[in-house]
């Protein structure tokens, strides 16, 4: 069963999957954070992907962005996508947001921005959801963190910048597979939530290394 969510700020409606796929406060928080971003831009006609698009809440945030011509949204769950492909087309938005039903392991392609509320619930940890689509969607199943910050590091263009979501359990692993990579962070949110911080990464491809970080502090 679904359900229909409006989506205020940019005037729009999403179609949601009822079984423990509505919209989040991480993906809230991390489009209100790219906004934010993106207003000290001047920059146009970019090209942005969001790795793990699910049912398209970020994408359609996103689709105001002037900065932004087209955002490639890839999906690798077949039911999910066609909610994805429903809500993008729904909101006239086949111009803006292009669905992609596939691996991103097998994208090919550059781009300016990458973000993603990625899968980042360890395999062993807690009792797994009941359906197939909720375990795909919260834990590392078809893609896990190391896997996620290695395709956003060939996906990205040198000197491209990317966006990624994590509960404050999971930053000693990003952060690990992030210099790994000879990726660079530019600032950090960590956005105090109930049972634990919700932390935004932002970072670039290339250039001096971690020449400045920002440490920004939100509580919801």
Do not use: C, H, W
């Amino acid at each position: 069963m679904a359900y229909i969510e409006k989506l205020e700020s940019v005037n729009k409606e999403i179609v949601i999957e009822n079984e423990g796929l509505k919209i989040t406060n991480d993906a809230l928080l991390l489009a209100k954070f790219i906004k934010k971003i993106f207003l000290k831009k001047r920059e146009n006609g970019k090209k942005a992907l969001e790795i793990g698009a699910g049912q398209g809440i970020i994408s359609i945030l996103l689709s105001d962005l002037e900065n932004i011509s087209q955002i490639d949204a890839v999906e690798i769950q077949e039911k999910i996508f066609r909610y994805l492909e429903k809500n993008i087309k729904n909101n006239e938005l086949t111009d803006k947001i292009i669905p992609i039903f596939s691996d991103v392991k097998e994208l090919e392609g550059e781009y300016d921005y990458i973000f993603s509320n990625p899968p980042y619930m360890k395999i062993n940890s807690g009792k797994m959801p009941n359906t197939e689509e909720e375990k795909i969607s919260k834990y590392e199943i078809t893609l896990n963190l190391e896997e996620l910050t290695l395709e956003i590091k060939r996906l990205l263009k040198n000197g491209g910048e990317f966006f990624v979501i994590v509960p404050n359990d999971r930053l000693n692993d990003i952060f690990s597979y992030i210099y790994q990579n000879k990726l660079n962070i530019l600032e950090i949110e960590i956005n105090q939530y109930k049972k634990k911080d919700l932390v935004i990464i932002y970072g670039k491809k290339g250039e001096k290394k971690n020449s400045k970080i920002i440490i920004g502090l939100e509580k919801l």
